[in-house]
């Protein structure tokens, strides 16, 4: 029966793009593992010379699918990938293809984004913005589309730090329509340099070009079911299909990533500012929830957007939130359990919260070390890496400063309401109860899970017990260490002192 999620889901086809991201890969496991769609296709553009079929066949290896293949051995044969790139001026997908899309599509999950902070503004526009629009014009082509579901995201307008679930088409500084309107009339270069005046008091290009993007949604949806889903930062699952399976070192992840290899040892961030991030297995439940609701709203109510505007879904961890000074305690918490065994240092990260500062202290803490040790990879004959390295880090550092400066509060009036709905049941297969979750249980799990597959290394008694040896030895040296530089400084001190005395 259609009055319940798995009911719902059974014998659709669905259209989904942003499929080989995290959320994507979590969406249609789920999809395959816990209903019974008709197809799944796929958007999927050509990379670094795989064809789209290629870059499908790998999913038969990767982590993330194995307990579906498992249980469902010809599940993935559901699956079918549709050529097309959100940067091309139509989506790259061919007569033949949108004519299939139209005929037999029922929901559509449009994720496809660039999160690229630092991406330029006309790329950044293309993908987030102008394929927003034309994803929408090719949805009203769907005969037999009952959802819609646009992927936005929390930050989508952080120029606030409590944001409602409602559009705020007051922070742009000039509609999406003029905007993309704009893009077709200039050259890239001379779009790119006024991003400043453009993007007003947005962070970067990412945020701004998904508040557009939601701008477009409120303007040319129409009287399609549509509805927007703003998840918050997503991180490694919880509970399912794999606990701790992550496959990218965006956010958080990627900074503990980088204590527990003994490369990141300084942060940048206030302490006291909360976190907000979702586990991935509960951003994906939350996502196919909201489809769900969608397809009830039309049946209910025939939305006419020029009274209604599309509901949005934020997902959020509510009240549930942490300090920035509990994520640098948990990404330390497990070092001494689960070492890696190819750490080059002793895992330890410290806070500067000035940037002036930071800079300052980060030359001596990262950036000249950074050469000693891409010295000695040059002279054994290996590539240099560590310099780059920490380029990347500190920029990346930077350009997040605004976010892990400032707590963020996102209201979740429809998403709770939306959870009510659920039976009991489903509230267990479909889980996305951010209040009941506990952070401890969650980081002791992610970071074995960090360990396993950003790491690769195995969570057997042999490899942690071979980190264990690993990590005994960096300590001695790491404190050997900070006792030869103490006792140099107090002796610099003293000499001074006394330099001046006399």
């Known amino acids: 029966m259609d009055c319940d999620m798995r009911g719902f889901y059974k014998d659709k086809v669905i259209f989904l793009t942003g499929a080989t991201g995290f959320l994507g890969k979590l969406l249609i496991e789920k999809l395959l593992r816990s209903t019974e769609v008709k197809r799944i296709y796929s958007m999927v553009r ?31 044969q559901r699956v079918y990938p549709i050529a097309g790139d959100c940067s091309e001026a139509d989506l790259g997908i061919s007569e033949q293809d949108r004519r299939i899309l139209a005929s037999e599509v029922e929901v559509v999950i449009h994720g496809a984004a660039t999160v690229k ?47 409602e679930e409602k559009f705020y088409p007051e922070l742009l500084t000039c509609g999406s329509d003029k905007v993309l309107a704009l893009s077709e009339l200039v050259s890239e270069q001379v779009l790119d340099g006024m991003e400043p005046a453009l993007r007003g008091d947005f962070k970067n290009t990412y945020t701004y070009t998904k508040a557009l993007a939601e701008d477009v949604v409120l303007k040319e949806a129409g009287s399609l079911p549509v509805s927007i889903y703003r ?33 990141l040892r300084m942060m940048c961030c206030n302490r006291k500012a909360f976190n907000t991030m979702v586990p991935g297995d509960y951003a994906a439940n939350a996502a196919l929830a909201s489809i769900w609701q969608t397809a009830k709203d039309k049946k209910v109510l025939p939305r006419n957007t020029a009274d209604v505007p599309p509901k949005i879904y934020a997902f959020g961890p509510g009240k549930n939130m942490f300090l920035n000074d509990d994520l640098i305690r948990f990404s330390l918490s497990q070092r001494e359990k689960i070492p890696l065994t190819q750490m080059i240092w002793y895992p330890c990260v410290f806070n500067v919260p000035s940037p002036t500062l930071y800079s300052l202290v980060a030359f001596f803490v990262h950036v000249l070390p950074a050469h000693v040790f891409d010295l000695y990879l040059r ?25 892990t400066s400032n707590t963020f509060h996102f209201e979740m009036d429809n998403t ?16 996305f109860d951010m209040e009941s979750l506990n952070w401890n249980d969650y980081w002791s799990q992610a970071l074995r899970g960090m360990r396993t597959y950003l790491a690769k290394e195995p969570n057997t008694p ?20 900070v006792t030869v530089l103490v006792f140099l400084a107090g002796y610099l001190l003293w000499f001074l002192i006394k330099l001046y005395i006399l």
């Open 231 to 263: 998840p918050a930062i997503i991180i490694a699952t919880y509970k399912e299909p794999l606990v701790g399976w992550i496959d990218n070192l965006y956010g958080p992840i990627g900074m503990m990533y980088g204590v527990a290899f003994g490369v």
């Open 117 to 163: 902070f630092t991406e330029d503004l006309h790329i950044a526009l293309a993908i987030n913005t102008r394929a927003t629009r034309l994803m929408l014009q090719l949805a009203k082509e769907m005969k037999k589309l009952v959802a819609y579901l646009h992927v936005s995201t929390a930050y989508s307008n952080s120029v606030l730090l409590r944001i």
């Open 416 to 431: 709770n309401r939306l959870r009510d709905q659920l039976s009991p049941e489903e509230k267990t297969i479909y889980e």
């Open 46 to 76: 050509s990379k670094r010379g795989q064809n789209i079929e290629d870059r499908l066949k790998v999913w038969k290896t990767d982590p993330v699918f194995e307990v579906l293949l498992r249980s469902k051995p010809d599940a993935l």
């Open 462 to 481: 042999e490899s942690i017990t071979q980190g264990q040896r690993l990590l005994w030895k960096l300590k001695v040296a790491h404190y050997s260490l």
């Open 379 to 403: 002279l054994s004959g290996k590539k240099p890496r560590l310099v780059k390295l920490y380029s990347v880090i500190h920029e990346n550092i930077f350009t997040t400063r605004y976010f």
